[in-house]
């Protein structure tokens, strides 16, 4: 397959305006395709390198050579040209990865090279594109879209499902079931507004706290233990605590759903960022335990000596994780059979004040009855956190791309400083609606004080609400700090800058 067909199918799924047109698009990609190469097909199209880091950075990518006239490169040719420049180290590695870059680039004609510019660039969003996939995958293939839900669920890759599907047809997917060792996507959960909306929806649930950590797998078999992040990324030799807690576990063979967090000295928990910078590192992991140890803790269990857990009940598979890990070693819940009973609403609320009193993020609430979504934001988790918001003001905002290009949409976020100028913390370009767009592009066009190549610079007048999740530290900004999941909740055309939150109240919520 040629990268043209990836780079003209991209552009049409941005454009196109529903659900059936996207799937329609995917599935006569995917009937074109070989076999061999929907792994990468599909990487790319969800705006990802199979390679992951490359080297390549912006700055390579301001000057390009002139396109090529007609469209020749393969699938093959480009992820064989990433290949090699990610292997690309040493003195003059810089001159040599812009000297490969410049000759795959030569090789594109235009149109394709504007598809390779976003996707090294991170640029290139294509919305709910894997769900999209799979049901275009289907599609190909003449198979059940559930089924092939639960194939990439469990075979933790749609390129893989895809490559047997494509090749083998819909029997291939019966090959595809959980196995002790190899990661399956997690379940997560969807968004209540409060606890009492959360039991009102699912009725007999267990309320758990949500603790800001990294998400972990654990599988056990005999003596080999792994463990995967929830992008499925094995960091057994990382996470050493959670390895011991797994090989300490009343079971021969068992599969764990958790976190792992950092704990202060008083039994708070540390800041994400700690725990993630911890995790991330590959050096030096005994030295780093000692400096900060991570508790591992676990709330599910998808397999347990032979038995698959999947669709069991969660208050079958609760019970099950009881038997194997110790009470210090689960999170920490209580169970509602009848959420009608209002001393039962009324403990599930002391509850969850006492998780926030104690530093955790909220609770999540867990139908009784239901099974294991995995891969899915399932309905019958639900989320509650407290949500927070600040009033920031605009200082620049840049174009965006696929449907939103042409409108100016990814907004650069200030918070006031004592001297009256504006810090910035971060952008965003979530919760504006298509009206607000085509509102903030004609006002920030008339507002604007220089238009750049990227986007428009404003005058620090128009302040916006902003929700979050919370304050992390940064390198990246000026004051050292950003907000983590930040989305446009309404301008505050009622508000002048002066009266924008400051910088000293962000950090605030950082301690």
């Given at each position: 397959?040629?990268?043209?067909?990836?780079?003209?199918?991209?552009?049409?799924?941005?454009?196109?305006?529903?659900?059936?047109e996207k799937?329609?698009?995917?599935?006569?990609?995917?009937g074109?395709?070989?076999?061999?190469?929907?792994?990468?097909?599909?990487?790319?199209?969800?705006?990802?390198?199979?390679?992951?880091?490359?080297?390549v950075?912006?700055?390579?990518?301001r000057t390009?050579?002139?396109?090529?006239a007609a469209?020749?490169?393969?699938v093959?040719?480009?992820?064989?040209?990433?290949?090699?420049?990610?292997?690309?180290?040493?003195?003059g590695?810089?001159?040599?990865?812009?000297?490969?870059l410049?000759?795959?680039?030569a090789s594109?004609?235009?149109?394709?090279?504007?598809?390779?510019?976003?996707l090294?660039?991170?640029?290139?969003?294509?919305?709910?594109?894997?769900?999209?996939?799979?049901?275009g995958?289907?599609?190909?293939v003449?198979?059940?879209p559930?089924?092939?839900?639960?194939?990439v669920?469990?075979?933790?890759?749609?390129g893989?499902?895809a490559?047997?599907?494509?090749?083998?047809?819909?029997?291939?997917l019966?090959?595809f079931?959980?196995e002790v060792?190899?990661p399956?996507?997690?379940?997560?959960?969807?968004?209540?507004k409060d606890?009492?909306?959360?039991?009102d929806?699912?009725?007999p649930c267990?309320?758990?706290?949500?603790l800001?950590?990294?998400?972990v797998?654990?599988?056990?078999d005999?003596?080999?233990?792994?463990?995967?992040?929830?992008?499925?990324?094995?960091i057994?030799?990382?996470?050493?605590?959670?390895?011991?807690?797994?090989?300490?576990?009343d079971?021969?063979?068992?599969?764990?759903?958790?976190?792992?967090?950092?704990l202060?000295?008083?039994g708070?928990?540390?800041?994400?960022?700690?725990?993630?910078g911890?995790?991330?590192?590959?050096?030096?992991?005994a030295?780093?335990?000692?400096e900060?140890?991570?508790?591992?803790?676990?709330?599910?269990?998808?397999?347990?000596?032979?038995?698959?857990l999947?669709?069991?009940?969660?208050?079958e598979?609760?019970?099950?994780?009881?038997?194997?890990?110790?009470?210090?070693?689960?999170?920490?819940?209580?169970?509602v059979?009848?959420?009608a009973?209002g001393a039962?609403?009324?403990?599930?609320?002391?509850?969850?004040?006492?998780?926030?009193?104690?530093?955790?993020?909220?609770?999540?609430?867990?139908?009784?009855?239901?099974?294991?979504?995995?891969?899915?934001?399932?309905?019958?988790?639900?989320?509650?956190k407290?949500?927070?918001?600040?009033?920031?003001?605009v200082l620049?905002?840049?174009?965006?791309?696929?449907?939103?290009?042409?409108?100016?949409?990814?907004l650069?976020l200030?918070?006031?400083?004592?001297?009256?100028?504006?810090?910035?913390?971060?952008?965003?370009?979530?919760?504006?609606?298509?009206?607000?767009?085509?509102?903030?592009?004609?006002?920030f066009?008339?507002?604007a004080?220089?238009e750049?190549?990227?986007?428009?610079?404003?005058?620090?007048?128009?302040?916006?609400?902003i929700?979050?999740?919370g304050?992390?530290?940064?390198?990246r900004?000026p004051?050292?700090?950003?907000?983590?999941?930040?989305?446009?909740v309404?301008?505050?055309?009622?508000?002048?800058?002066e009266?924008a939150d400051?910088v000293?109240?962000?950090t605030?919520?950082?301690?």
């Open positions: 397959m040629l990268l043209a067909d990836i780079a003209r199918t991209s552009a049409r799924i941005a454009a196109a305006p529903g659900r059936n799937v329609a698009l995917l599935a006569g990609l995917f074109r395709a070989e076999p061999a190469e929907v792994p990468v097909v599909v990487t790319y199209l969800a705006g990802r390198l199979p390679q992951r880091r490359t080297g950075g912006w700055r390579s990518l390009l050579p002139p396109p090529a469209p020749s490169l393969t093959p040719d480009v992820d064989a040209a990433f290949s090699s420049l990610a292997e690309v180290s040493g003195k590695a810089q001159a040599e990865r812009k000297r490969r410049d000759a795959l680039l594109a004609t235009e149109e394709e090279q504007r598809f390779l510019v976003r090294i660039g991170g640029e290139l969003r294509q919305g709910a594109l894997d769900a999209f996939a799979v049901e995958l289907a599609a190909a003449g198979a059940e559930g089924e092939v839900r639960r194939a669920m469990l075979g933790g890759s749609l893989t499902v490559q047997a599907l494509l090749a083998e047809g819909p029997d291939a019966a090959r079931r959980l060792g190899r399956v996507l997690p379940m997560l959960a969807q968004t209540a606890v009492d909306e959360a039991l929806k699912l009725g267990a309320v758990e706290e949500k800001d950590g990294i998400r797998q654990v599988h056990k005999g003596e080999q233990v792994r463990v995967y992040t929830r992008t499925l990324e094995e057994t030799d990382r996470l050493p605590e959670a390895a011991e807690v797994a090989r300490r576990a079971a021969a063979r068992v599969v764990l759903d958790g976190e792992v967090i950092a202060r000295e008083d708070r928990p540390r800041p994400f960022q700690e725990v993630s911890r995790v991330a590192s590959r050096l030096d992991v030295g780093a335990s000692s900060l140890p991570l508790h591992p803790v676990f709330f599910d269990v998808l397999h347990l000596d032979g038995a698959d999947l669709d069991a009940p969660a208050s598979r609760h019970a099950a994780l009881a038997r194997v890990l110790p009470e210090p070693l689960r999170v920490r819940g209580v169970a059979p009848d959420p009973d039962a609403r009324a403990a599930v609320r002391e509850f969850a004040g006492e998780v926030l009193a104690r530093g955790h993020e909220g609770v999540v609430v867990k139908a009784l009855e239901a099974g294991y979504s995995a891969g899915r934001r399932g309905a019958s988790w639900l989320k509650v407290p949500v927070h918001t600040l009033d920031l003001v620049a905002a840049e174009w965006g791309n696929g449907r939103r290009a042409g409108k100016l949409s990814n650069h200030g918070a006031r400083r004592e001297d009256g100028t504006f810090a910035m913390l971060g952008k965003t370009f979530k919760g504006l609606t298509d009206a607000l767009l085509a509102w903030q592009t004609e006002r066009r008339e507002l004080v220089e750049r190549s990227w986007g428009v610079v404003l005058p620090p007048e128009l302040v916006v609400e929700a979050f999740d304050v992390q530290r940064s390198t900004y004051e050292g700090v950003t907000l983590r999941f930040a989305r446009v309404r301008y505050r055309d009622e508000k002048r800058p009266e400051t000293e109240a962000v605030a919520l950082l301690r």
